[in-house]
Each structure stands twice: as C-alpha cells, then as structure tokens.
C-alpha cells in the first residue's frame, strides 16, 4: 500500500492528463521542485482542480505513486489574486513561474527553502505593487540567481578585480568587467545602470525605490538588461513566457 505525506508547496505550472487529469509542478521549501498528479484537476465541478492551479500556495497531502505520486488533499494557504488585477503584473508573474520552473533542478537541495521564499517574496510584492513592474520583476530576477548561487559578480571586475573603469558586462566571466579585460561582444554598463543594478539587491524596498526615483526614466530596463544577459546565460532557452511579457510592457 502507498504511503502518504505532506508538503507545502506553491504551483508553477499544470498540464494536461488523459481526459481530466493534470500534472502539476510544484516547487516547495523542503521537497524542491517536482511533479505530481491532480485527478480530476480538469473536470468542472471539481473543488480542488480550481486550487492546483498556477499562481496557488498549497498544503498537500500526496500518495506514493510508481512514476508520479497524486495529490489526495489540497488546502489553499494564499492565492496571489490581486496580481490578476493588472495585465502587466499577470505577465511578470507567468514570466517568474515559469523561471523558477527553467532554472531549480528538479528535487531537494540546499537551498530549497530559500528559492521557494524568494518566490513567495517576488509574488508578494508584484501583488502589494511596491516597486515599479519592470523594476520588481529584474529584482525578482537578480534575487533567484542569488539564492540558486550563481548571482553575477556586481562589486568589482571579474577577471581582474580592478574597480575602477568597470564598463562592461561580461556574462561569459560572470558579471562586470573593466573595458580592458571584457571580451568582445561584452554588454556596455553605465554608471548609472550599474548603480541601479546593485540597488536592486537592497532588502528594503522603500530605500530602493527612494534610490530608483533617482535615475532617469527608463534606467530600469537597462538594468534588467544586464541581469537578464546573466540569467540566460544560465539558462538553455529563454522563457517562453518572455516575449508575452515584452510585448505587455511595449
């Protein structure tokens, strides 16, 4: 007989299964990111197929399965329903769930927990519209690649360490670069856009939006310019979800 267990669990994305099933990915603090089975998720009159849905945080009870284990029992914690009251935000979320599910290897790691909580921060915020759309999502952004351990080197040339004349962005060496070591092709970065990019890791969000208030509009997507040359450095394909979102935000 199958055992069952508990998890806490936030949906990143559902997919169809024979006529009224799903698959779900699901990424959670202490069991990372892996799939699971809803039954019944897609018939119409089913409580719980309206909860397994993207954008959703979970507790589960899940059976013990050969190949995927199946959702037997679904308490919502908080659904994020505020984010749907504007498109663009409904973009930046789509564009994230499907990030996190690009980017997180499948199954628990060290640090589950602290990927899972910087989603349910970035949801948080998107929801509360406590920075501007842009400027929260390459946060977003920039917060993942730091919690997964692979943020971009921000303070100093990566190559050389120099701090001075450091005007480039080099995703090949891992971050900013001074005009003598960056490689061809290497993204140029202003001052400003670099000061901006560091912002952006301030837990505070009133002192970065104090701080962002200062840069010319328009600095926020130069900014998330260079925190995306690093992410899709990192990933095999751009997101999918991208192009909906640019085209949102145009």
């Keep these: 007989m199958s055992g069952t267990y508990q998890a806490e669990a936030l949906v990143l994305r559902r997919r169809p299964l024979g006529e009224a099933d799903s698959v779900v990915t699901l990424l959670s603090p202490s ?47 908080k659904a994020w329903r505020g984010v749907g009251a504007d498109l663009h935000r409904v973009a930046v979320a789509t564009y ?16 589950s927990a602290r990927v ?16 501007p ?4 999502c390459a946060r977003a952004e920039l917060r993942l690649l730091t919690v997964m351990g692979i ?24 971050g900013i670069a001074c005009r003598a070591c960056a ?10 856009t670099l000061a901006l990019v560091r912002a952006l890791r301030d837990p505070e ?8 208030a200062l840069f010319p509009a ?12 690093h992410l899709d450095w990192h990933l095999p394909q751009p997101p999918r979800s991208r192009a909906f979102l640019q085209q949102v935000a145009e």
């Design 31 to 77: 069991l990372g990111r892996f799939d699971a089975v809803a039954r019944g998720a897609r018939a119409s009159k089913t409580s719980r197929g309206g909860m397994v849905e993207p954008l959703n945080h979970l507790k589960l009870l899940l059976a013990e399965g050969r190949s995927l284990d199946v959702v037997s029992q679904v308490q919502t914690v």
């Design 96 to 111: 994230l769930l499907e990030l996190y599910g690009a980017l997180v290897e499948p199954g628990p790691h060290a640090s």
């Design 151 to 174: 943020a971009p080197g921000l303070d100093a040339c990566v190559v050389c360490g120099a701090v001075a004349d450091v005007s480039r962005f080099s995703a090949r060496d891992g």
């Design 183 to 192: 490689p061809n092709g290497a993204l140029p970065v202003s001052v400003e």
């Design 218 to 229: 328009g600095s926020e997507h130069a900014a998330q310019a260079v925190v995306r040359a």
């Design 205 to 212: 969000v009133a002192r970065l939006n104090e701080r962002a």
């Design 133 to 136: 759309v842009t400027l929260g």
């Design 116 to 131: 899972f909580g910087s989603l349910v921060r970035a949801l948080d915020e998107l929801e509360e519209a406590v920075l």
